[in-house]
């Protein structure tokens, strides 16, 4: 590991982008934070996650899956360059790892990897969160890790390709900052954690009534914001458009809060309530996901609270859901049989 | 890659988001997290509203009617011929034969040139738009009564309100980030009464919820009004300090008993009562209404009640309170501030006024300035009927699909000497023109939008027009500039606004290097004005507020024997009025894909209509095809059905009946008759 | 709406191969049955029960069930009904033309539970589709199975499938087969059962420890004909299901087709009824 002071950070972003297209936090005009193209806006790493799902870098919104002109068929290019992205906090980055997990399984899904495959992703934490709060380091699922102890950054090399970048970076020591970086890699489970554990045990075992989620889909204003913020999910539709000599057919961020998301040609639709895409939003990443995949796929990046316009996101959810339905293990215990 | 900070295309809201590009091809929209409506959200529209941007339908190339097909041309042939038509047209017949439509969907600066093109160049001021069909009684109502046709107050209000008394407005879908900051209120502990007799999102979460008759909101408001009085809670303070009139209202809802106004309005007295007391007892109420209090043959009337509601009970002026009519275009404030109106240069400074009108001539550089007021946009079909008009020059509306009466518009429009469209689309208007122009669409330039609350926002260019399509306001010049005028050269729309703000006191200090990040809101007088976020707030803007009391007027068309159904018009949440931007954004047009008329369960039983069926809805004015949705979002008697679709159009039925002072149409009452086709 | 060009020699999971429309017969007044062959001349390399993402350009893709047998050699056949565009388009479609296919995709039946088994064959409306790839496979391999019982309902006569093959079959030695509409209207030319394909359970016989029940049909049918076999006390992982979801992808991403932790168009569209008879969603 080695650790930089900024004006030395800055040395090594203009070298990074030398050979990657590096992309990073920035400040846009209004205030709002994203991870952009480096030189676009002025670098912002303190601050926390960004707003945007940081996993659009290799999932984009819209993207193709292929054009047809004159007959021939192009596919989408692959990047002239491969990717550094700095900006995924640890949390991000556990829904990278796992949404990387979903692209491969199976069928690999090769858009998404056209992307994903070359690309160095990088960590932040440390004293870099909100109002200077600390991140926990991540210690992993990543290429390397930059960690701030609110002067200098602490980078960690992780994969192979870390190593190789860090090893050519001079060092700046300070004691300081990996004596931080050991505190904070103790830190302890925070509330939200338990809270989504909680709500994801009460959903396995069927403790939620219907009237819940009838409830909460009361105040959906189906604007799909959670669906689109959430790094995690994956959903897409598919559209092509036809003009004249040219088709292209294109895949798009799609939402199971949306009554088309599962409506059949029929008319039949298992979604067809708002109650019933209310559960699916909550169940499929506290019940499904732990059942297919092995963990909870909410890994409290906190996006789909943020953006939602009448305070349903996930943690408010399951906040409400674990008051209501099992504030105790014991009264869960007593009630539940 | 690259992130362009921009105004949405579609509601009044005014959100601004990141138009997120990628070698000159939007992928995608991410919120601004700071901005004051948005703060980090959007409505489904909003975060798909990157989508229909580069579909193949764009239009690229202007098109001039060869042989009865439209044919691309070069620029240089079609806007030579727009001139030449329009000016053939006039020498033939006048003036004022020919009518400028402007657009709630174009800029600032784009609808003030366009007024000025009809006023300076064509000499006419038969210039108005969309507004005309959504809220010209709100800006009659208002004016009247305080002085100003918009909002009083701003979106935040709604988080520092005790009580909202929703009528006629389907927020959430209509004004999602409104909608949600109501629901917010209510968990929070503001009360919430909803006047409205669909069952919207809203009327689920009221602690109120009257489900009047179609066309009775003024019985209603009178009647509250009456037992604010007979209960002693009004403002005596405010009446008194702050308005005139008061006496004549009294007076007016005297005998509106609760008695009386329950049967006139299908309601319980009790509910009726209790609506008042909630609304009166509170110490700040706010009042938000949308196109069910406006859309009706007495549409000035029901605003009257409302701003003398507002009065009665001393909310005005005030944070939390105010008269708050929302305005549904993206730009459909700033299309009435900018004088796109037969009776109005920007500012709402009047063309009847011989010193306005010589400020304009002489700041446009022309001798004089016509002071016969032009044709609300509303009569324009009935004029060319008449023999009155006979070419119109439309930007960016769609009357086929939006004018009530749609065999009748179809009729007159097909029947025109001259029609020009200037639209990104080639919409079912366009396809009837001589001429049609391709414009760049939100995405592709800069210019002002002024959201529903007064807020002049800065929109952004992300991409470039696709093909030979051009910026409305370039076009608009070239054309001015082809017709021999000399004042309409321009560098960017930021100059233009410069003309605008020396010309338009309420603007007066808008510049465009004072519109970072989130704009201003009008009226900004001064470079040094900080912008008004309230209006009235010690005086009205006309002095003082004015009670204007209304009669209670049926409909014009009520239900019989033949047509035994109320039929109300209006919009879902998915699509955007004549559906050219949301039908071709795959996940909008996925959700609501085809034509539905909304009908009860009771109804629906007795004329043995399921589900999905598919029925034919007749009215005295047309018949159409569509599919039955059987909720209880509607009361027995009554269908809704929105006016979106090409396939199935509700306007093909609506009664072209026009309030008299305002000229806005009566959509949300006609009578119709059901069938259920095998 | 077709591409005249071979896509298949591609990286990518989400483009179609080419096939060529052999032959398109008309099967309801809104079905059609049409035989494809790949362009490359490889078979299709199905099994009874997978389904394909049949792709035209610019109509976009959607999933349809192989209707034919893999044991027939050379070309494979799929039942579409018109429903939306894409469908209305493919019904536009002439013998010759070429349209795109992806798969075959999804877990098709297990032929090893059904070996030496009777075979309750039970189908609504165009879930014949699917099964006809069945109890064709059936025909042509009598030896695998025990006694097979074909049930299909439909609508009404004229909106029957397949009614070529229902007359083989019923002909057929090899086959007990039962039909039934729910109702007919004055014209018809019809004198079989009407009522629903529930009705039809009842009367049988079979013995519930050597018996396989496969059903396929609209999403109404499958709680009432499993409440009637289970009356004849066959269990949950003797009764086998194929379920109709709105496939975007076939390959387990687009997320269109979940039933809980299940993706239809991988963990299915067959399940045995008790992988799937507790999940919420699932019939």
């Known amino acids: 590991m080695k650790i930089l002071t900024l ?16 992309r990073l936090p920035v400040l846009l005009p209004d205030g709002t934070r994203a991870i952009a193209p480096f030189t676009s806006a002025p670098p912002a790493l303190l601050g926390g996650a960004v707003p945007g799902k940081p996993t659009a870098a290799f999932f984009p919104q819209q993207a193709s899956v292929f054009t047809v002109y004159d007959g021939a068929l192009q596919e989408p290019q692959t990047p002239d360059r491969p990717l550094f992205i700095i900006g995924f906090t640890p949390r991000d980055l556990a829904c990278l790892r796992f949404i990387d997990r979903f692209f491969a399984d199976g069928w690999r899904d090769d858009i998404y990897f056209r992307q994903r495959q070359h690309a160095v992703v990088a960590g932040l934490s440390g004293l870099c969160g909100p109002n200077g709060a600390m991140i926990p380091p ?57 809270l989504i554990k909680r709500a994801s ?137 | 890659m690259k992130r362009t900070l921009t105004v949405c295309p579609y509601c009044g809201c005014g959100c601004m988001f990141y138009l997120v590009s990628n070698q000159g091809r939007l992928i995608g929209v991410e919120p601004s997290t700071t901005h004051p409506v948005s703060r980090g959200g959007l409505c489904v529209k909003g975060w798909n509203a990157y ?88 800006v009659t109502g208002l004016a009247e009564t305080f002085g100003s046709g918009a909002m009083t107050n701003s979106i935040s209000c709604f988080d520092q309100t005790d009580v909202i008394l929703v009528i006629g407005s389907n927020t959430t879908e209509q004004h999602p980030l409104i909608g949600s900051r109501i629901l917010n209120a209510v968990r929070k502990g503001t009360h919430l009464i909803v006047a409205d007799n669909r069952r919207i999102r809203l009327a689920r979460q009221a602690e109120l919820h009257l489900r ?63 609506a008042a007391r909630l609304f009166a007892g509170a110490e700040r109420g706010m009042i938000v209404y949308s196109m069910g209090i406006t859309q009706h043959s007495h549409g000035v009337d029901n605003v009257r009640c409302i701003a003398a509601l507002a009065m009665l009970t001393g909310n005005v002026g005030r944070p939390g309170t105010g008269v708050n009519p929302l305005r549904g275009q993206n730009n459909v404030q700033g299309g009435c501030d900018m004088g796109a109106l037969p009776d109005l240069f920007s500012g709402y400074q009047k063309v009847a006024d011989p010193l306005v009108r010589e400020k304009f001539a002489a700041a446009w550089g022309v001798t004089a300035l016509s002071d016969k007021p032009g044709l609300p946009l509303t009569r324009a079909m009935d004029a060319a009927s ?251 008697g009554v269908l809704f059905m929105p006016f979106h679709f090409v396939e199935g159009a509700a306007n093909a039925l609506t009664n072209n009946v026009l309030d008299p002072e305002s000229s806005i149409p009566e959509f949300k009452v006609c009578a119709v008759h059901v069938e259920k086709l095998p | 709406m077709h591409s005249s060009k071979q896509l298949y ?140 019982s074909v049930l299909y309902g439909a609508k009404n006569p004229e909106h029957a499938l397949f009614k070529d093959d229902l007359a083989v079959w019923e002909a057929s030695a090899s086959f007990a087969c039962s039909l039934t509409v729910d109702n007919i209207s004055s014209g018809d030319c019809y004198s079989g059962n009407i009522g629903l394909i529930t009705a039809l359970i009842p009367p049988l016989s079979f013995d519930p420890a050597a018996t396989i029940a496969v059903i396929v049909g609209p999403p109404v049918m499958y709680r009432a004909v499993i409440a009637e076999l289970k009356k004849k006390e066959l269990t949950s992982d003797r009764i086998v299901v194929s379920l109709e979801r709105q496939m975007r992808c076939g390959v387990g991403k687009c997320g269109h087709c979940t039933i809980e932790h299940l993706y239809c168009c991988q963990d299915g569209p067959v399940f045995r009824l008790d992988e799937v008879e507790h999940l919420r969603g699932a019939l």
């Not at chain 2, 041309?73 to 009518?99: F, I, P, Y």
């Not at chain 2, 809670?233 to 609760?258: C, G, H, M, Q, S």
């Not at chain 3, 999933?63 to 388009?89: H, K």
Request: proline share 6%.
């Open chain 1, 7 to 22: 004006d030395q950070l800055d040395q090594f972003f203009t070298r990074i982008s030398e050979t990657w297209e590096l």
């Open chain 1, 138 to 194: 991540a210690g992993g699922d990543c290429d390397l890790e930059f960690f701030f102890d609110g002067s200098n950054w602490l980078v960690v090399p992780y994969s192979e390709a870390g190593q190789a970048i860090v090893a050519s970076l001079p060092d700046s020591s300070s004691p300081k900052t990996l004596e931080l970086f050991r505190q904070a890699s103790a830190q302890p489970e925070d509330e939200n954690e338990i």
């Open chain 1, 201 to 337: 045990e009460l959903l396995q075992a069927d403790r939620v009534p219907d009237s819940f989620w009838a409830e909460i889909g009361e105040r959906c204003i189906a604007c799909t914001g959670c669906n689109l913020a959430c790094p995690t999910c994956t959903c897409f539709g598919v559209q092509d458009w036809r003009s004249a000599r040219q088709t292209e057919r294109s895949r798009m961020w799609d939402s199971c809060q949306l009554d088309g998301f599962m409506r059949e040609a029929s008319g039949h639709n298992p979604l067809g309530s708002e109650a019933l895409r209310t559960r699916r939003r909550i169940h499929h990443k506290l019940a499904a996901d732990p059942e297919k995949w092995g963990e909870i796929s909410c890994f409290l990046c906190g996006r789909c609270d943020a953006v939602c316009p009448t305070g349903i996101g996930m943690v408010a959810v399951a906040r409400e859901l674990v008051t209501r339905f099992g504030l105790t293990e014991s009264k869960y215990l007593v009630t539940g049989g």
């Open chain 2, 51 to 138: 989508a229909f941007v580069h579909h193949p339908d764009r239009l690229t190339a202007p098109l001039i009617r060869r042989d009865g097909s439209l044919q691309p041309v070069s620029w240089d042939e079609a806007l030579d011929l727009v001139v030449a038509r329009l000016r053939a047209v006039q020498e033939k017949h006048g003036n004022d034969a020919v009518m400028f439509a402007s657009s709630a969907k174009a800029t600032n600066e784009e609808n003030y040139l366009l007024m000025k093109l009809a006023r300076a160049v064509f000499g006419t001021n038969n210039i108005d738009h969309c507004a005309r069909l959504c809220h010209s009684s709100t």
């Open chain 2, 212 to 274: 009047h008759k179609n066309g009775s909101d003024v019985a209603l408001l009178n009647g509250i009004m009456q037992i604010i009085i007979a209960e002693g809670l009004a403002d005596p303070e405010f009446i008194k300090a702050r308005t005139e009139n008061y006496e004549a209202l009294a007076e007016a809802v005297a005998d509106w008993t609760p008695e009386r106004t329950a049967a006139a309005t299908g309601l319980g007295v009790e509910e009726i009562i209790a």
């Open chain 2, 386 to 636: 008449a023999g009155h008009l006979y070419g119109m020059f439309i930007m960016g509306e769609n009357p086929m699909l939006s004018d009530p009466d749609q065999g009748h518009a179809r009729r007159v429009l097909e029947n025109l000497e001259l029609l020009v469209v200037q639209d990104i689309f080639l919409t079912e208007t366009a396809a009837l023109a001589d001429i049609v122009l391709p414009a760049a669409c939100y995405a592709e330039k800069e210019g002002t939008f002024t959201n529903t609350e007064r807020r002049i926002q800065p929109l952004r260019k992300a991409v470039e027009p696709p093909g030979a399509a051009r910026a409305d306001w370039e076009i608009i010049c070239d054309i001015a500039a082809r017709a021999g005028y000399q004042g309409m050269r321009y560098s960017s729309p930021a100059v233009i606004m410069n003309e605008i703000a020396s010309l338009t006191p309420i603007y007066g200090g808008i510049t465009y290097d004072r519109l970072d990040p989130h704009g201003l809101q009008w009226p900004c007088p001064d470079r040094e004005h900080p912008g008004t976020p309230i209006l009235h707030l010690e005086r009205f803007t006309r002095g003082l507020g004015h009670f204007s009391p209304a009669l209670h007027q049926l409909p014009a068309e009520l239900p019989d024997d033949r047509y035994p159904f109320v039929l109300t018009t209006g919009r879902t949440y998915f699509h955007w009025h004549t559906g050219s931007m949301t039908r071709r954004s795959h996940l909008l047009d996925r959700e609501e894909p085809r034509s539905f008329i909304e009908l009860h369960p009771d109804d629906a039983a007795r004329l043995g209509v399921r589900n999905r069926d598919e029925l034919l809805i007749s009215s005295r004015r047309g018949q159409v095809l569509t599919t039955a949705r059987v909720t209880d979002m509607v009361i027995p």
């Open chain 3, 9 to 148: 020699n591609s990286s990518s999971l989400y483009l179609p191969f080419d096939c060529e429309i052999i032959s398109i017969k008309n099967l309801t007044p809104a079905e059609k049955l049409f035989r494809l062959r790949r362009l490359d001349g490889a078979a299709l390399g199905h099994l009874s029960g997978q389904f394909v993402q049949v792709s035209l350009l610019g109509w976009g893709e959607a999933p349809i069930s192989v209707a034919s047998s893999p044991t027939r050699d050379g070309y494979f056949e799929l039942g579409v009904r018109r429903a939306g565009s894409l469908t209305g388009a493919m019904h536009q479609l002439q013998a010759g033309d070429i349209i795109g296919i992806r798969g075959p995709f999804g877990r098709p039946f297990d032929l090893a539970q059904l070996h030496r088994q009777d075979l309750l064959l039970i189908s609504g409306g165009c879930g014949l589709a699917p099964m006809r790839s069945l109890i064709q496979y059936c025909e042509d391999r009598p030896e695998e199975f025990g006694q097979i």
